[in-house]
């Protein structure tokens, strides 16, 4: 099966932009969670999406936000992008108890 | 936070030694994973240990688990300089399987 993955792979922003990425999971997979990276945070859950609902949020700004598809696709949105907000943003999904993580979208805000 | 905390942050050894790190967590637990991640990329999962479980084997990886001390630890045996990542121990805080923990992670350098 092919491995989850995340669009784009790297992304530059300025303050203020908004930007929307992109997950496809692993074929029959219906849970998609996404995570921040930073090297001050370290890796945080941002939220889960399983049959297109929210079923789990970290403790984010409401400036993250997020959506699934029927097909399972899943993207996140962060509005009014902020210096912060640069990270490496990755997704997941799972079956059962185990988290398949893609390679990541960098993103960079100027 | 639930964050958990590893130990040590960095690790340097040579080709063929073993390479042992630790991770702590703070709240009770459903499961146990260790993964791998390379140069800020993806993270790749390497095993998951239950809570009824108390050591694990995959290949060269051997995992211990020790919830009376919110413990775990991760044993590289006969390294290779292929190994050389950054090691996360991540727990599902019983919230649910989905919603993962991370340690801060074990930056390995194995050196051939």
């Known amino acids: 099966k092919a491995g989850v993955t995340q669009t784009p792979r790297y992304l530059i922003k300025t303050r203020g932009q908004q930007v929307t990425l992109s997950c496809s999971p692993i074929?029959?997979?219906?849970?998609v969670s996404w995570y921040q990276q930073t090297p001050g945070q370290g890796l945080q859950f941002l939220f889960e999406?399983?049959?297109?609902?929210?079923?789990n949020k970290g403790n984010f700004p409401g400036r993250f936000s997020g959506r699934q598809f029927s097909n399972s696709r899943s993207e996140m949105n962060v509005s009014t992008l902020e210096l912060g907000d640069s990270a490496l943003y990755l997704c997941?999904?799972?079956?059962?108890?185990?988290?398949?993580f893609g390679p990541g979208t960098r993103l960079t805000v100027l | 936070s639930q964050q958990g905390e590893e130990d040590p942050q960095a690790l340097s050894i040579q080709e063929g030694e073993n390479a042992t790190m630790n991770c702590s967590y703070k709240?009770?637990?459903?499961?146990l994973q260790w993964y791998r991640q390379n140069s800020g990329r993806g993270l790749v999962h390497l095993i998951l240990?239950?809570?009824?479980?108390r050591e694990k084997h995959s290949g060269r990886l051997r995992v211990t688990l020790d919830t009376s001390k919110k413990s775990s630890s991760l044993l590289i045996t006969a390294s290779r300089a292929a190994d050389t990542a950054s090691y996360f121990c991540?727990?599902?805080?019983?919230?649910?399987?989905?919603?993962?923990?991370f340690g801060t992670g074990t930056r390995l350098t194995v050196i051939p």
């Open positions: 997941a999904s799972s079956v059962e108890d185990t988290q398949y």
């Open positions: 074929s029959g997979h219906r849970s």
């Open positions: 999406y399983f049959s297109e609902t929210q079923r």
């Open positions: 709240t009770s637990i459903n499961n």
């Open positions: 240990i239950r809570s009824n479980e």
């Open positions: 991540a727990t599902d805080g019983q919230t649910g399987a989905n919603n993962l923990f």
